[in-house]
């Protein structure tokens, strides 16, 4: 008896400490904006308290008298507030180790290139390899190869290893190569060359397939360095808007560094990760199920498969011959059967199942396994998603909407692919590409990403070219098909309610109102009086999550 009603006592204060104690916050004296139902609402001020929000107060609605004690005023300075916003598509690891690789492109000698590798180790003092990228010797005064000479002087312990501009050779410090074994005995494999000094040595750079000999000998990171680079990433996100990001393939030491991120309250913002269907647990992954997170913050019930390649380096799979490549249509990475098998056993296994297909033809075939294997499963309820929908038959757009398939898309793909996807396609196919208008009247969903580090994170670079089909030069003038294009709500929507809703958090995040999680954002113009032209240029001054500031 005691022991019950200690429990319930205690139960009691938890439930009540939070409502009780805490203190709501107003944020007034801004320009407030929100979809709701798919329309766009306007708003005066927000009020929450902890992390959720109590009450959003339109034009009319009267606030809280200031005398009212309990609650904490801010003064939003006439900024425009608007939903956290969420990225559906990128890949957050990639984009932390390409933040903590030296960028040496502006380097102006071999000199300046050591010295900015100097000072990138001073701020990043806790990998195991220093790595960077960009050099150019073409641009330097001595218009020579660097050598492993310069960079022992400022680093005699720690291996470095700098990868040119065109990603076709590398620079090694002698750290680097006495870790991989490599000196003037070692011969330059096929398809590669090891520069060396007239006495054999080696003098540091690689090209070509001879720089497996020192990148084969870096260290894969660690489940802490992972956490390092997990974080490093996600507090730049922060920084540009983004609330929530879905991160498109994970593997298990990923879950492991997000799970301890978690446990020890770290993540700046939200994560809805998915599975890597390449990870060599996956069998297990599935049959554990998706995983219960213990905060709000994560969420893993998603698998990530890829169908084929990319489109310009050809290697989207598509149903006739490339346009620009006579005999080549691109490349299933599956098998039939192994496809098959691998989206049955996440659906049967209660996965979201999330299938990047770029070509046609993999569009055309995720479909159809999509529509015969949500009967078998019965998992409609799922929202299993199309990753890119990038290439459609005109004739395969109306099942996205007719089988709940939510397509994800990013739209900065469409204005950074327009010199190249017509070449690839012509000008019939691409009619039923990148075609937002056509999915949205369809009546399917689109929810917004960027498919980061491949494009810029920055989800107004997003916004931008949903509202435009333009790149920052303006161009094509009015748009490319610019029939496609979305209005701002709708674009708004894509990198809010829809991408929350394509991960079954819509009754969480992706609008404001009250019940919500207090996810916000505050930037200084407002979008929907500023030119379209400029809303790349947007700058976000401060990034909120669950009722608390993060940037
Ligand atoms: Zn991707």
């Known amino acids: 008896m005691i022991n019950i009603s200690k429990k319930i006592v205690i139960t009691c204060l938890c439930f009540c400490s939070f409502s009780l104690f805490a203190q709501s916050q107003l944020i007034s004296n801004i320009h407030g904006y929100t979809i709701k139902d798919g329309q766009l609402v306007q708003f005066k001020a927000l009020q929450f308290n902890g992390d959720t ?49 030296a960028q040496l492109r502006t380097s102006q000698s071999e000199n300046d290139a050591v010295n900015m590798v100097k000072a990138f180790r001073q701020q990043h003092s806790n990998m195991q390899w220093i790595q960077g990228r960009g050099w150019n010797q073409v641009l330097w005064p001595s218009n020579t190869f660097p050598t492993a000479a310069s960079l022992d002087k400022a680093f005699p312990d720690t291996p470095v290893w700098l990868v040119r501009v065109d990603g076709h050779a590398g620079w090694a410090n002698s750290a680097a190569m006495q870790i991989a074994g490599v000196d003037a005995k070692t011969i330059s494999p096929e398809g590669g060359e090891i520069l060396r000094h007239s006495d054999g040595r080696p003098t540091g750079v690689f090209v070509d397939n001879a720089m497996s000999l020192i990148t084969n000998n870096i260290p894969s990171l660690s489940v802490d360095e992972q956490q390092t680079v997990l974080l490093t990433a996600l507090n730049a996100l922060a920084a540009m808007g983004l609330t929530s990001v879905h991160d498109a393939g994970v593997g298990s030491d990923t879950i492991k560094a997000y799970q301890t991120l978690e446990n020890f309250n770290k993540l700046p913002i939200r994560v809805n990760a998915m599975i890597d269907a390449e990870d060599p647990n996956f069998a297990q992954l599935m049959t554990a199920g998706p995983i219960a997170a213990g905060s709000d913050k994560l969420q893993i019930n998603s698998v990530k498969i890829s169908a084929d390649g990319a489109l310009g380096s050809r290697g989207a799979a598509l149903i006739e011959d490339y346009s620009d490549l006579k005999g080549h249509k691109g490349l299933l990475l599956y098998s039939n059967d192994a496809l098959i098998d691998t989206i049955e056993i996440a659906m049967k296994s209660g996965f979201q199942v999330n299938t990047h297909a770029i070509g046609d033809l993999a569009n055309h075939i995720v479909l159809n396994e999509y529509q015969r294997l949500i009967a078998t499963t019965q998992s409609r309820h799922l929202r299993h998603r199309i990753e890119h929908a990038q290439v459609l038959q005109l004739s395969d757009i109306p099942r996205f909407a007719e089988l709940n398939v939510i397509a994800s898309m990013q739209a900065t793909h469409a204005t950074s692919d327009k010199n190249m996807a017509v070449d690839r396609i012509g000008n019939t196919r691409i009619q039923g590409a990148y075609a937002w208008r056509k999915l949205m009247t369809s009546g399917a969903i689109i929810a917004a990403g960027s498919d980061f580090p491949i494009e810029s994170p920055n989800p107004f670079y997003g916004l931008h070219a949903s509202v435009t089909r333009q790149d920052h030069q303006n161009q094509p003038f009015n748009g490319w098909y610019r029939k496609e294009k979305m209005n701002l709500t709708e674009a708004l929507a894509s990198f809010t309610s829809n991408a929350a809703y394509a991960a079954h958090q819509e009754s969480m995040i992706g609008e404001l109102r009250p019940g919500m999680k207090a996810d916000f954002i505050l930037i200084e113009n407002d979008i929907f009086t500023t030119p379209y032209e400029d809303m790349w240029k947007v700058t976000v001054n401060e990034t909120w999550v669950n009722g608390k500031r993060v940037h």
Do not use: C, F, W
């Not at 009267?62 to 939003?76: F, K």
């Not at 507030?81 to 690891?93: C, K, M, R, T």
């Open 53 to 101: 929000i109590e009450e959003v107060y339109t034009e009319h609605d009267i606030l809280p008298y200031s005398t009212q004690a309990n609650i904490v005023r801010i003064d939003g300075k006439g900024q425009t507030l608007l939903p956290g916003l969420i990225d559906a598509h990128g890949h957050v690891l990639s984009y932390g180790l390409s933040l903590m690789r």
